[in-house]
């Protein structure tokens, strides 16, 4: 449908009353076609409220007191900004993190987590002076370009798009997309220029004063703000780990997570469940829990011990051998290449170590 009124050159915005969106699409409407039936009979314009509405505390039907749950997590930050700056009293530039959960009453949920009533939100509110924006906007878009870099993703899968239509209070607006397997290039964060807006706003309805005092220059600052959808990052961190490869005519599934990623580091495998292997195994394996996150298996054969590990993207496998209680070495297997390699026990902790850096 948004295609189909991007053709004849008809947009709506937050800012028309519903009279006037219902008098702009009565004149465009024999131009406008269902793509899915091709019927023109559309209801009227009507009123949406993309806010969850609940009540909170003691309330009658007749007498209620509507609350709603929160659009966006950003709003926490900056009902908390002057406890921030009273209590902390920082330097401009500064930020402010938080990740919470937002809520949206979108009609139609769908596309899995990219149309979703409740998710996580992960916000940054970066405080500038006025007008000195636009520097600080490049670096911080810079960062969190890096950043996706930094958690595995594949440049190539990575863009920038920017926002061609602008909410009213905004300077610029740029999204980071990510090419999902199943659904294309969709954003997993917005970088946004936001000016003043936003502390003017709660300034103006709250009754408090909300200015930043700069040695008896007093201004509201303006904000860039960044904020990420957690389960969609989780999606793309997923989508671009996983990996199928054929080895020697079989199918190896293999979760190539950057090491730092990896929930499992180190996983010990005693070739057999014999007492002889799997005492000296297990000790082995407690004494790398203490430095490495590790797993302990002796079920079913080594191969599929290497799948499982592949699989939830383990870095490296440890595998102790009957040649291991003569030459107190181990064969350490590498996720990625496969290559295996054999490392003393008491050099292990170091092996594993700079391995893991990389």
Wanted: charged share 35%.
């Amino acid at each position: 449908m948004d295609k189909e009124l991007e053709k004849i050159g008809v947009s709506a915005d937050e800012k028309m009353s519903e009279e006037e969106i219902n008098k702009l699409f009565l004149e465009n409407l024999n131009k406008i076609k269902c793509p899915k039936c091709g019927k023109t009979d559309f209801t009227d314009a009507k009123n949406f409220n993309l806010l969850i509405k609940s009540n909170y505390g003691d309330f009658t039907e007749k007498d209620s007191a509507p609350v709603y749950l929160p659009g966006e997590a950003c709003q926490g930050i900056y009902l908390n900004y002057k406890n921030v700056v009273d209590s902390l009293h920082p330097k401009l530039p500064f930020g402010i993190a938080q990740i919470g959960k937002a809520f949206r009453n979108e009609i139609s949920p769908r596309n899995f987590l990219f149309r979703c009533r409740e998710f996580e939100q992960a916000d940054t509110q970066y405080f500038v002076r006025p007008n000195e924006n636009k520097e600080k906007f490049e670096e911080i878009k810079q960062e969190r370009w890096n950043w996706y870099l930094n958690l595995g993703l594949s440049e190539d899968k990575l863009r920038w798009k920017q926002h061609e239509n602008l909410v009213f209070y905004a300077n610029d607006a740029w999204d980071i997309e990510y090419n999902f397997p199943s659904y294309g290039f969709d954003e997993i964060e917005g970088v946004h220029d936001r000016t003043d807006y936003d502390l003017t706003q709660h300034s103006k309805f709250s009754g408090v004063d909300l200015s930043y005092n700069d040695n008896g220059e007093k201004f509201i600052p303006w904000i860039l703000e960044t904020s990420m959808g957690m389960g969609r990052v989780f999606l793309a961190v997923i989508s671009d780990a996983y990996t199928k490869e054929d080895v020697d005519g079989e199918l190896r599934v293999v979760l190539k997570l950057p090491k730092h990623l990896a929930p499992i580091k180190v996983a010990v495998l005693p070739l057999s469940k014999k007492e002889e292997l799997s005492l000296p195994a297990k000790k082995l394996f407690n004494d790398l829990n203490e430095k490495f996150i590790s797993r302990y298996d002796e079920t079913q054969s080594i191969g599929k011990r290497y799948r499982r590990q592949d699989e939830i993207g383990t870095p490296y496998c440890v595998t102790f051998d009957f040649d291991s209680l003569e030459d107190k070495a181990v064969t350490v297997r590498d996720r990625d290449t496969m290559k295996q390699e054999r490392i003393k026990i008491d050099e292990l902790e170091n092996y594993l170590e700079e391995k893991l850096k990389n």
